[in-house]
């Protein structure tokens, strides 16, 4: 057992909020059906509703623009499975993604072009950025829509949507962001970043997991996934789940609070764990963007030393952190996100993400500080690395 | 943390946190016979150095970049090694290894656990390099599918017994059940068993 428990993996998943907490605990209590018309479920409608405004404030969107759903990856879905089936006589049936984006993303893309569709994979630059001129070239009057993160979860490089929007619609494309790693770590304005389609997750800023939503742009139609009852505009059948989404309600209230000063302070722990690093640990890479990166997260490479070996020797000393090596995963691949960039293999194998969060602290830094050096000497020590 | 929680037994952990044997200074250690296998591209890789007396291991020193199940493979095969006959060495599978160790995750197994391929590479440098023909290389069985340790003479072993293909094969061996990329191979020696041995699918 360690005294320390420092968790730096909040780009898997934050924990509550403690204003998130007493939300759930007091909307577990409403228990009414919010579809139900008695007091009981207009109890609950009032607080998805109230919900359901904070998140439109949070990223400047109308309040008939948020769908929720179950998550990030049942948005990401929502949007791509619009284009099924494949029809000879649509004329746009082409999807444009990126290298770099989520599986929940990349594998819905693969299932799209094996029902026919044309997909289109847009490779990156050493930093992550989306080489926006071949996506450019790509876009055409045959595209039905292009979908590019707005940042990007293992390296935390953020993309320029806005940019891009333009692009897809100078062609009359229709433009999907998947925000579930921006939403409460950087300002997300879909007016500003002219997105069609929006995605977010509750659980990546201090919400309750199993629920997220979508963004649709007022007009656009969308159909559901899972059919059955009228909930949410017919737009997602099944009883909506209250308390959830009252929750998200409050992550996206509180971060309307506190998103702008907590970003700078996030910021400032992961430079200065990144210079200490740096200044302490010979040959080691930044993966990622520095110019353009989430605040809080820190994506290293340790060549010779493996990510899985770095990970568990953290855990045991108490620091929660997460790798990109293939070891860790149980896939014979290291990250696909670190291998776009160009990374070689045996650097992506020793790859390691810290992501800040909101109950992180200075001396968590300095702790990591006081034990990495030590740890990654060892594993190099025993390292076939030490003999090259 | 909890350590209860780990995905790994505790000597594998043991073995992780305290590595027995790592060569430090190989000029120091003067190998009699040395071997890597594995590359660090593909997130393992092996060095394997022993000290050999009267055909008995006596010394066994290793490195290893990987994973815990990988440095915990080669450190406790560094241990156990000692006193082996260069025989009993060459025969060491990777489910001894495992056994060891108290067992590990089903998708380590086949990646981590390249202790005994370079134990085998050492002892066949050190028989080169005192000259003597290798009386081990060749009749050793060679393991076609790593994840469920299926050997060539298990295939041929089945087809023997009357085993035609490879549904039946998979039902007797579970092989290429797990990630499957030695359904190729397996095809092949199926084939060439088959023929050798007058399956009906020969």
Same mark, same amino acid.
């Given at each position: 057992?360690?005294?320390?428990?420092?968790?730096?993996?909040?780009?898997?998943?934050?924990?509550?909020?403690?204003?998130?907490?007493?939300?759930?605990?007091?909307?577990?209590?409403?228990?009414?059906?919010?579809?139900?018309?008695?007091?009981?479920?207009? @109890?609950?409608?009032?607080?998805?509703?109230?919900?359901?405004?904070?998140?439109?404030?949070?990223?400047?969107?109308?309040?008939?623009?948020?769908?929720?759903?179950?998550?990030?990856?049942?948005?990401?879905?929502?949007?791509?499975?619009?284009?099924?089936?494949?029809?000879?006589?649509?004329?746009?049936?082409?999807?444009?993604?990126?290298?770099?984006?989520?599986?929940?993303?990349?594998?819905?893309?693969?299932?799209?072009?094996?029902?026919?569709?044309?997909?289109?994979?847009?490779?990156?630059?050493?930093?992550?950025?989306?080489?926006?001129?071949?996506?450019?070239?790509?876009?055409?009057?045959?595209?039905?829509?292009?979908?590019?993160?707005?940042?990007?979860?293992?390296?935390?490089?953020?993309?320029?949507?806005?940019?891009?929007?333009?692009?897809?619609?100078?062609?009359?494309?229709?433009?999907?962001?998947?925000?579930?790693?921006?939403?409460?770590?950087?300002?997300?304005?879909?007016?500003?970043?002219?997105?069609?389609?929006?995605?977010?997750?509750?659980?990546?800023?201090?919400?309750?997991?199993?629920?997220?939503?979508?963004?649709?742009?007022?007009?656009?139609?969308?159909?559901?996934?899972?059919?059955?009852?009228?909930?949410?505009?017919?737009?997602?059948?099944?009883?909506?789940?209250?308390?959830?989404?009252?929750?998200?309600?409050?992550?996206?209230?509180?971060?309307?609070?506190?998103?702008? @000063?907590?970003?700078?302070?996030?910021?400032? $722990?992961?430079?200065?764990?990144?210079?200490?690093?740096?200044?302490?640990?010979?040959?080691?890479?930044?993966?990622?963007?520095?110019?353009?990166?989430?605040?809080?997260?820190?994506?290293?490479?340790?060549?010779?030393?493996?990510?899985?070996?770095? $990970?568990?020797?953290?855990?045991?000393?108490?620091?929660?952190?997460?790798?990109?090596?293939?070891?860790?995963?149980?896939?014979?691949?290291?990250?696909?996100?670190?291998?776009?960039?160009?990374?070689?293999?045996?650097?992506?194998?020793?790859?390691?993400?810290?992501?800040?969060?909101?109950?992180?602290?200075?001396?968590?830094?300095?702790?990591?500080?006081?034990?990495?050096?030590?740890?990654?000497?060892?594993?190099?020590?025993?390292?076939?690395?030490?003999?090259? | 943390?909890?350590?209860?929680?780990?995905?790994?037994? @505790?000597?594998?952990?043991?073995?992780?946190?305290?590595?027995?044997?790592?060569?430090?200074?190989?000029?120091?250690?003067?190998?009699?016979?040395?071997?890597?296998?594995?590359?660090?591209?593909?997130?393992?890789?092996?060095?394997?150095?022993?000290?050999?007396?009267?055909?008995?291991?006596?010394?066994?020193?290793?490195?290893?970049?990987?994973?815990?199940?990988?440095?915990?493979?080669?450190?406790? $095969?560094?241990?156990?090694?000692?006193?082996?006959?260069?025989?009993?060495?060459?025969?060491?599978?990777?489910?001894?290894?495992?056994?060891?160790?108290?067992?590990?995750?089903?998708?380590?197994?086949?990646?981590?656990?390249?202790?005994?391929?370079?134990?085998?590479?050492?002892?066949?440098?050190? $028989?080169?390099?005192?000259?003597?023909?290798?009386?081990?290389?060749?009749?050793?069985?060679?393991?076609?599918?790593?994840?469920?340790?299926?050997?060539?003479?298990?295939?041929?072993?089945?087809?023997?017994?009357?085993?035609?293909?490879?549904?039946?094969?998979?039902?007797?061996?579970?092989?290429?059940?797990?990630?499957?990329?030695?359904?190729?191979?397996?095809?092949?020696?199926?084939?060439?068993?088959?023929?050798?041995?007058?399956?009906?699918?020969?």
């Amino acid at each position: 057992m360690n005294e320390q428990t420092i968790y730096l993996d909040n780009n898997a998943t934050t924990p509550l909020h403690p204003e998130v907490i007493k939300e759930l605990t007091n909307s577990f209590k409403n228990f009414g059906n919010p579809s139900s018309m008695h007091f009981f479920g207009r @109890e609950s409608t009032s607080r998805v509703e109230w919900a359901r405004q904070q998140v439109a404030l949070l990223i400047n969107a109308r309040e008939d623009e948020i769908l929720f759903t179950g998550g990030g990856s049942e948005s990401n879905n929502m949007v791509l499975k619009q284009f099924l089936p494949v029809s000879a006589t649509r004329e746009r049936n082409k999807v444009i993604t990126s290298v770099i984006e989520h599986p929940s993303v990349l594998e819905t893309v693969r299932e799209l072009e094996k029902e026919g569709m044309e997909a289109v994979f847009i490779g990156v630059d050493s930093k992550g950025r989306v080489n926006i001129d071949k996506l450019e070239k790509a876009v055409d009057n045959k595209t039905a829509l292009v979908s590019i993160m707005l940042a990007n979860n293992e390296i935390g490089t953020i993309e320029d949507i806005k940019k891009i929007s333009k692009i897809v619609h100078a062609s009359g494309a229709l433009m999907h962001t998947d925000a579930v790693q921006a939403l409460g770590k950087i300002k997300v304005d879909v007016i500003d970043l002219g997105v069609d389609f929006l995605s977010f997750s509750g659980h990546k800023f201090y919400g309750p997991k199993g629920v997220g939503g979508l963004f649709i742009k007022h007009g656009l139609k969308i159909s559901s996934l899972i059919h059955g009852g009228h909930q949410e505009n017919g737009r997602r059948a099944g009883t909506i789940n209250g308390p959830g989404i009252a929750g998200v309600g409050k992550a996206a209230e509180m971060a309307n609070l506190e998103l702008e @000063e907590e970003s700078l302070r996030l910021d400032k $722990l992961r430079n200065k764990l990144e210079i200490g690093l740096m200044d302490s640990i010979s040959n080691i890479y930044i993966n990622g963007d520095i110019d353009s990166r989430l605040p809080g997260t820190l994506n290293l490479s340790f060549p010779g030393a493996e990510g899985e070996s770095i $990970l568990l020797y953290l855990d045991i000393a108490g620091v929660a952190v997460s790798t990109g090596s293939a070891c860790a995963t149980g896939s014979l691949e290291p990250s696909h996100v670190l291998i776009a960039t160009g990374v070689d293999i045996e650097n992506a194998h020793g790859s390691i993400r810290f992501s800040f969060g909101k109950f992180n602290v200075e001396k968590d830094v300095d702790y990591v500080l006081s034990i990495l050096p030590g740890i990654i000497e060892k594993i190099r020590m025993m390292s076939t690395f030490s003999s090259k | 943390m909890g350590g209860s929680d780990w995905v790994y037994t @505790e000597t594998v952990k043991d073995h992780f946190m305290n590595p027995r044997n790592i060569l430090m200074d190989e000029a120091e250690f003067n190998a009699d016979g040395s071997g890597t296998v594995g590359s660090m591209a593909c997130g393992d890789e092996m060095l394997v150095a022993i000290k050999v007396e009267n055909d008995i291991i006596t010394d066994c020193k290793w490195k290893t970049y990987g994973c815990a199940s990988a440095i915990a493979s080669t450190s406790i $095969l560094s241990v156990f090694v000692k006193g082996m006959t260069l025989a009993e060495g060459y025969k060491i599978t990777p489910a001894d290894i495992t056994d060891q160790l108290g067992g590990l995750p089903n998708h380590k197994f086949h990646c981590s656990v390249l202790g005994d391929r370079a134990l085998r590479t050492a002892i066949d440098d050190y $028989l080169e390099k005192q000259d003597r023909t290798n009386p081990f290389k060749g009749n050793t069985a060679v393991i076609i599918c790593e994840c469920k340790e299926v050997t060539d003479q298990d295939i041929e072993d089945q087809v023997k017994r009357g085993v035609s293909t490879y549904e039946e094969l998979q039902e007797k061996t579970e092989i290429g059940t797990v990630c499957g990329k030695c359904k190729d191979k397996t095809l092949e020696l199926i084939h060439e068993y088959n023929h050798l041995y007058g399956g009906s699918h020969g």
